[in-house]
């Protein structure tokens, strides 16, 4: 689907969402403790211990060159949304911007390019009671 038809599909995310983050067919996917020079896309070599996770903003994701963030994707069934709604990118570090619950990582990212699925996190309300003694 070409970008100016994909952006037609634009919506407004919501929560409970699955998204899958996905990178475009010809963007190389490294796995790393650092970033490799050279590379547009790496991302940190135990990312598949996010699964099943709470990823917070400004956890540490991976690295990204970034001319090339628009390479990168979120999809809900048939609708597109640019990456950036949900990543940032500081000095070629790549992070989430919101809190996310990591549902499953890709570890054959040879195969695919879906990188992970993830929906937005809001954490519970935690409700206090104070005995008060009149």
């Not at 070409?2 to 996917?29: C, M, W, Y």
């Not at 970033?35 to 996770?53: C, H, K, Y």
């Not at 903003?57 to 060159?65: C, E, T």
Request: proline fraction near 4%; include cysteine.
């Amino acid at each position: 689907m070409p970008h100016s038809e994909a952006n037609d599909n634009l919506e407004e995310p919501s929560k409970g969402n699955i998204f899958s983050l996905v990178a475009d067919e010809k963007t190389e996917i490294i796995l790393s403790d650092l970033p490799v020079f050279g590379a547009s896309l790496t991302l940190r070599e135990d990312i598949a211990t996010l699964q099943n996770s709470i990823v917070y903003p400004y956890q540490l994701i991976g690295w990204i060159d970034c001319s090339s963030l628009t390479k990168l994707a979120c999809l809900n069934q048939q609708h597109y949304f640019d990456a950036q709604r949900f990543i940032r990118v500081i000095q070629n570090q790549l992070f989430f911007s919101k809190t996310v619950k990591v549902h499953t990582v890709n570890t054959g990212l040879t195969q695919s390019k879906t990188i992970l699925t993830f929906s937005l996190y809001t954490e519970p309300l935690r409700t206090v009671v104070v005995n008060i003694k009149s």
